[in-house]
């Protein structure tokens, strides 16, 4: 998985196009990220109980992880993921512009 979750990223295309955010949640299985603030939906919810109203409520969709965007926290620039092997064997994302390791 390129995106994890705290990662920024900016969204390609759609409305929000150009905007970025934090991701909040990463869903592998649907390969989507829901990230903060963006991609808002509204959702409609019924009175539950006696004497309580129906409301509406913003919350954000997930969203293909294809249509957003990778930022790096060094460069600031919009990257593709590269990968290097550290010495102890594990992998470390890392950005092919400035080289910098994303955590
Ligand atoms: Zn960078």
């Not at 705290?6 to 989507?32: A, C, E, F, N, Y």
């Amino acid at each position: 998985m390129k995106i994890r979750k705290g990662d920024t990223v900016q969204i390609l295309i759609g409305k929000d196009r150009s905007r970025r955010g934090k991701v909040v949640r990463v869903l592998p299985k649907t390969m989507r990220v829901v990230v903060e603030g963006l991609n808002m939906r509204k959702k409609h919810t019924r009175p539950r109980r006696q004497g309580e109203k129906g409301k509406i409520i913003d919350f954000p969709a997930p969203l293909p992880m294809a249509r957003v965007g990778l930022i790096c926290p060094h460069c600031q620039k919009r990257i593709r993921v590269g990968y290097r092997l550290l010495a102890d064997g594990r992998k470390e994302r890392r950005c092919r512009k400035c080289d910098g390791s994303i955590n």
